[in-house]
């Protein structure tokens, strides 16, 4: 080395000297030629948010070059350059040396041994290497700042994280690929076999693939989203993009925010990516999205022309005009084989063909897809239709009015149905099969079906499990199982965010009165917002709360365990001194109680929206009930226990009081009644006894608060009706039970649909437990035209009036004891 070289070296050892003492605050971000880092030396970008140096997995005697955050405790690595390759570090003087060459490459050698360089082929006379804020790691010509003159970048080769600023796609010119890959385990950043990539069809899209099998796939961009994500929407944290032209195609992000630190990732040790998000009050990181979210991401688990309903009882269903290719399999829930067509299509009459519209779905694999942006819908169809190989078409970019084509050949598979969003697909159908069914008729002969199965095959959901636990697929958040039978009363058993007292404070704003949203028997509620900007509801602890730690500790093992489409979401909890509190997701619409009961608000919801908010209740209820290893008894279902979001989706909440159930468990018994009167079950609120025909009770009069609009305490037509539920009756048998129906919804009711809603909630509110159907029986009556048991007189618990306290003006929970029975009036929670 000449004599400029060392005194370089000589400067460079100082710098790094001085940033380690805390005299000096001024970081090194830049390496020049000749100059070196060796292990316990490092790169500190300027603004101090990354760093690059040697680092050794715990457990682990290999070192590596890599780049970790700066200033987060628990040192999270970003990017490693020699994870192939790593120093061996057990034996003395072996430690790494990295180093740039006149060549304007990074070198990092293992005594004279090269482990890992960069490789550049441009060249420069004065290069150097610098550790941007970015996280970037480049290496350019010492006056050139663009990045157009970057020689070489890190972020070109990323590994199992991807940053702000990062592409993740094809660079078409050189026909090289920015893929994400795991780590092969904890304490190896090698390349595992799981990675996120994208495969260049003629209508590309991104893959989660383990090895060349794909596991998760997000379909291809349309305009506005990847097909299979209808949720990624703008928001106020990042901002994202997809480019596709002839030199490049690639998705990348940056911050709207820059006082968020996110990234995305791929776990080594699961097949899972997701984004997550630095909590700086708690000092660790929270997941925001993750793929597969459910079952239904699972790469084709539905087979061909079978799509994947993740809130149906069975997932699986075959499109219209098609059926199991293995009826048997089928009804196993061997869904692999999937299904084929009613009536083969004849290419000698193609041009008789049709097409059946599919509205909301994912769009299928497009490993075989022919694109033309060029053209429109009508002329997309009719090249479709003169084709005989193409089985289905649509738009390729569905922003604004939709434009361009893409037509699939061969069958389709990896199909995904959503309830409110997704995207419509023309399938080709032969023409005796069109027009057979409409979409309505459809959801209900699928009702009809999936309800008959779970009816007839008692070991239904237990084979699917199974099903599932044989391609070691991990469990959905539809069949999520509780731990530890009755679940144990240690909290470090629930997979839960415990969130820091401080960060609900400054969400809440202090616990604003203004940001307070309702009053419950656990305590106030607010809306609050955490510094990323997702909207949340916050449930505080009362000091005088009648509810307690018992009650709370039960929410959180049974809501936190339990996911489905039509339960509240639990995001976390708060339990630090005498503070309790509980975090949910945020309901734009509020409760129900807070709709249905209001003269004016009650308006915004017609039949149709009535019969949704039913169905989904009773979805949400079938789950509890039939969808778990343990069955869950609600106990407190009520209006003020729905809640519902911007889309006046159903979610069913306050788990506080609830109580599990094994399989072989049908009914059980307490001293002390918990609930509310007027939704209790005669022989829960006489006798403490309780099953899941208790809640299906409760369901029937929610059913009937829902379709008349009043509520069933309360409610006298005359002396002989001193309830909502006797009142029903009393005009079921004289047959003017269309009467019941709110006047405020005579326009848009569905007379038949209506009267099936009361006469099956009349089923449900028979006063003796045996007479009553199950959930799955409901289900099935509430999508079926079929013929109907009378129902018997409602069962209801009469109790004195002088024997209860009056509902406080306030409406605070007020709670009575009689003959140890503890009751909840209705207005309490």
Not at 54 to 79: D, E, R
Not at 108 to 114: E, M
Not at 160 to 166: A, F, K, R, S, Y
Not at 305 to 317: D, E, F, L, R, V
């Amino acid at each position: 080395m000449d004599i400029i070289g060392i005194l370089n070296s000589i400067v460079f050892i100082a710098l790094c000297i001085h940033i380690s003492s805390p005299k000096f605050s001024i970081a090194v971000d830049t390496i020049k030629l000749s100059q070196s880092i060796t292990d316990g030396m490092t790169l500190v970008s300027q603004g101090e948010k990354f760093v690059l140096g040697f680092f050794s997995p715990l457990g682990s005697n290999k070192t590596y070059l890599g780049i970790w955050y700066k200033n987060i405790p628990k040192k999270t690595i970003v990017w490693v350059a020699n994870g192939v390759e790593p120093i061996n570090g057990s034996s003395s003087g072996t430690s790494g040396i990295l180093t740039l060459n006149n060549t304007g490459n990074l070198v990092l050698k293992q005594n004279d041994k090269v482990v890992w360089y960069t490789t550049s082929q441009q060249g420069s006379l004065n290069p150097v290497a610098q550790l941007l804020d970015s996280g970037n790691l480049v290496v350019r010509n010492e006056k050139d700042t663009t990045r157009e003159g970057y020689l070489w970048q890190s972020f070109d080769y990323p590994c199992d994280t991807i940053l702000p600023g990062m592409k993740l796609g094809w660079n078409l010119r050189t026909r090289t690929e920015k893929r994400m890959t795991s780590w092969k385990s904890p304490d190896d950043p090698s390349p595992g076999d799981l990675y996120w990539g994208s495969l260049l069809y003629n209508y590309p899209e991104q893959y989660l693939m383990q090895g060349t099998k794909k596991f998760v796939r997000i379909g291809p961009w349309n305009g506005l989203h990847f097909s299979g994500v209808p949720d990624q929407k703008p928001n106020n944290i990042y901002a994202y993009k997809f480019v596709s032209n002839k030199d490049e195609m690639y998705y990348s992000y940056t911050m709207e925010n820059d006082s968020v630190i996110t990234r995305m990732m791929i776990n080594q040790t699961i097949p899972l990516y997701s984004r997550t998000v630095w909590l700086e009050d708690q000092q660790t990181w929270q997941m925001i999205k993750s793929m597969p979210k459910d079952t239904c991401d699972h790469y084709r688990i539905c087979g061909a022309y079978g799509t994947c309903i993740i809130s149906a009882s069975q997932i699986c269903n075959c499109l219209t005009g098609f059926s199991p290719k293995s009826p048997v399999a089928w009804n196993k829930t061997d869904w692999t084989q999937g299904c084929v067509r009613n009536k083969p299509l004849n290419c000698t009459n193609k041009l008789k063909d049709g097409f059946v519209k599919v509205e909301g779905v994912k769009l299928p694999d497009c490993t075989h897809t022919w694109v033309d942006e060029t053209i429109g819908l009508n002329e997309c169809r009719a090249k479709c239709l003169n084709n005989c190989s193409c089985m289905a078409y649509t738009n390729s970019n569905i922003s604004g009015k939709g434009s361009g084509c893409v037509m699939w050949f061969g069958d389709l598979i990896d199909l995904r149905k959503f309830e409110d969003e997704g995207q419509d697909l023309y399938i080709r159908m032969d023409a005796s099969e069109l027009g057979r069914e409409g979409h309505n008729r459809l959801a209900k002969d699928l009702i009809r079906i999936l309800a008959s199965i779970i009816i007839v095959s008692g070991i239904l959901f237990l084979g699917y499990r199974r099903y599932i636990l044989r391609r070691r697929i991990i469990e959905d958040s539809e069949i999520i199982e509780l731990e530890g039978g009755r679940g144990s009363e240690d909290e470090g058993d629930i997979d839960l965010p415990m969130l820091a007292y401080s960060t609900l404070v400054t969400a809440t704003d202090n616990f604003s009165i203004k940001n307070k949203i309702g009053e419950g028997g656990f305590g106030p509620v607010y809306k609050g917002r955490f510094a990323w900007g997702q909207e949340i509801a916050v449930k505080r602890l009362s000091s005088d709360s009648g509810q307690g730690i018992t009650e709370l500790k039960n929410e959180i093992k049974l809501i936190a365990k339990l996911q489905h489409r039509n339960l509240v979401k639990l995001l976390g909890c708060c339990i630090e001194e005498e503070n309790r509190v509980l975090v949910y997701e945020y309901m734009t619409n509020r409760s129900l109680n807070m709709l249905i009961f209001d003269d004016t608000k009650r308006k915004l919801l017609d039949w149709p929206k009535r019969f949704n908010i039913i169905c989904g209740i009773a979805r949400g209820l079938l789950y509890l009930h039939q969808d778990s290893r343990l069955r869950i008894i609600h106990r407190d279902l009520k209006p003020s226990n729905i809640l519902l979001d911007d889309k006046l989706i159903p979610k069913i909440s306050d788990f506080g009081i609830a109580r599990i159930f094994g399989l072989d468990q049908t009914h059980g018994n307490t001293k002390r009644v918990v609930g509310t009167y007027g939704y209790m079950a005669p022989e829960y609120a006489a006798d403490g006894l309780y099953s899941v025909k208790s809640d299906v009770f409760s369901f029937g009069i929610l059913m009937l608060e829902i379709i008349c609009g009043k509520r069933s305490r309360g409610f006298y037509v005359d002396n002989d009706s001193p309830n909502l539920a006797t009142h029903a009756w009393s005009l079921w048998k004289k047959g003017r039970a269309i009467e019941l129906i709110d006047k405020g919804i005579e326009d848009s009711c569905v007379e038949l649909e209506a009267l099936r809603c009361i006469h099956v909630s009349l089923l449900c509110i028979q006063q003796f437990p045996e007479d009553r159907p199950s959930m799955p029986s409901v289900v099935l009556m509430l999508g079926s035209d079929g013929e109907f048991s009378e129902p018997k007189k409602p069962g209801y618990y009469v109790i004195k009036k002088d024997s209860f306290a009056e509902t406080s003006n306030s409406g605070q929970s007020e709670k009575i004891s009689t003959n140890d029975m503890t009751i909840t009036l209705l207005e309490a929670r």
